[in-house]
């Protein structure tokens, strides 16, 4: 479907009073129409590894001007909406959302430092938060738009944090469906990654991400201010940017392929799942938050092996004391669920 897209005006242009009635006469069905479908299409070319159709198509979105319409709207009417970035801006009129959806290109883009904060998780621990400013947020979510796209169609098909239509609940039913036959396995791996978030390589990322480099690069190195201080980044997504979760997924994404071509794979070197799993692996991911199934203690420390080779190129490591082995008559815990 070809998309004709309204003249954009320079900001410059118009008045307050200007901007404010065009954000009002925006046609949000439409817009919507105009980015799913190109996602649509990106996400097919993706899965059908056609990569050249995915560049091709994915600077299109980000220079969409719907694109950019959507992406200041989901970062104005999200739960974050009202806390600022380091420059204290929000972007609460009209006017404000329509310059701001003008003004976002990537031409010489470059991302201010974070707002460090930190929220108490149940455990009673702190878990910190970097927060973009508003214009890295619509920046981070125009670009999400893309990777979004890309990372439900070639990702992990058990992975389902953070992914359009799927949810924990989604992710528990799977599980079940592994464990509630006479003969499902009896003992589960369950996997806890270090400070994932925290220490994914800026090297793996900036290989591995399909995104403009220097558009990532400065996402990644922005640094994070903490009582009045600039802290660099050298590695790792900040939690708390519109972008981090699906960086998380991509650098996950590939595990379950890679015990298949433990546990499944063929005396070819073929995978096929319908071969026998004479070893009951099954594996179910919801963000780095992961369950693997095995039919013995022997295969279940062989599972963690085949995680931590997987996870090494990616600067990630399991955590010891937290990664178990469990019996499943001892019951487990996976997403609050025991």
Request: charge should be positive; include cysteine.
């Given at each position: 479907?070809n998309?004709r897209?309204?003249?954009?005006?320079?900001?410059?242009?118009?008045?307050?009073?200007?901007?404010?009635?065009?954000?009002k006469?925006?046609?949000?069905?439409?817009?919507?129409e105009v980015?799913?479908?190109?996602?649509?299409?990106i996400?097919s070319?993706a899965k059908n590894?056609n990569w050249?159709t995915?560049?091709?198509?994915?600077r299109l979105?980000?220079?969409?001007?719907?694109?950019k319409l959507?992406?200041?709207?989901k970062?104005t009417?999200n739960?974050g909406?009202?806390?600022p970035?380091?420059?204290?801006?929000?972007?609460?009129?009209s006017?404000?959302?329509m310059?701001?959806a003008?003004q976002?290109?990537n031409?010489?883009?470059?991302a201010?430092?974070?707002?460090r904060?930190?929220?108490?998780?149940?455990?009673?621990?702190?878990?910190?938060?970097?927060i973009?400013?508003?214009?890295?947020?619509?920046?981070q979510t125009?670009?999400?738009?893309v990777?979004g796209?890309?990372?439900?169609?070639?990702g992990?098909?058990?992975?389902?944090?953070f992914?359009?239509y799927?949810?924990?609940?989604?992710a528990?039913a799977?599980?079940?469906?592994?464990?509630s036959?006479?003969v499902s396995p009896?003992?589960?791996?369950?996997?806890d990654i270090?400070?994932?978030?925290?220490?994914i390589?800026h090297?793996?990322?900036?290989d591995s991400?399909?995104?403009?480099?220097r558009?990532?690069k400065?996402?990644?190195?922005?640094?994070?201010i903490?009582n009045?201080?600039?802290?660099?980044?050298?590695?790792?997504t900040?939690?708390?940017?519109?972008?981090?979760p699906?960086i998380g997924?991509?650098a996950l994404?590939?595990?379950?392929?890679a015990l298949?071509?433990?546990f499944?794979?063929?005396?070819?070197?073929t995978?096929?799942?319908?071969?026998?799993?004479?070893h009951k692996?099954?594996?179910?991911?919801?963000?780095?938050?992961l369950?693997?199934?095995?039919?013995?203690?022997e295969?279940a420390l062989?599972?963690?092996?085949?995680i931590?080779?997987?996870?090494?190129?990616?600067?990630?490591?399991?955590?010891?004391?937290?990664t178990l082995?469990t019996?499943?008559?001892?019951?487990?815990?996976?997403?609050?669920?025991?």
């Open positions: 479907m998309v897209e309204p003249e954009i005006t320079s900001v410059t242009d118009l008045t307050d009073k200007e901007l404010t009635q065009q954000w006469i925006i046609d949000w069905k439409r817009v919507k980015v799913n479908n190109l996602q649509s299409r996400a070319a590894g050249k995915v560049n091709k198509l994915s979105l980000t220079r969409s001007f719907y694109a959507l992406s200041v709207r970062v009417t739960k909406s009202r806390t970035g380091i420059d204290g801006v929000i972007w609460s009129s006017a404000d959302k310059r701001a003008l976002l290109t031409k010489g883009y470059r201010k430092p974070l707002t904060k930190y929220i108490r998780k149940k455990s009673g621990k702190l878990r910190p938060l970097s973009p400013t508003m214009f890295d947020r619509a920046m125009l670009h999400s738009l990777l796209a890309i990372e439900s169609a070639a992990d098909k058990t992975s389902f944090g992914k359009p799927r949810s924990t609940k989604d528990y799977y599980l079940h469906l592994c464990l036959k006479k009896e003992w589960i791996v369950e996997g270090k400070a994932c978030f925290d220490e390589s090297n793996w990322i900036l991400i399909p995104m403009d480099k558009i990532l400065e996402f990644l190195k922005a640094g994070y903490e009045y201080h600039l802290f660099p980044t050298e590695k790792g900040p939690q708390g940017g519109p972008i981090s699906i997924n991509m994404n590939g595990l379950e392929n298949a071509m433990r499944y794979s063929r005396s070819d070197g995978i096929d799942k319908s071969h026998q799993n004479r692996v099954s594996y179910v991911r919801f963000a780095d938050d369950v693997v199934t095995a039919d013995s203690p295969t062989e599972i963690i092996d085949v931590q080779a997987f996870l090494d190129p990616r600067g990630l490591k399991l955590s010891e004391e937290k082995v019996n499943i008559s001892e019951g487990f815990n996976f997403l609050g669920w025991n």
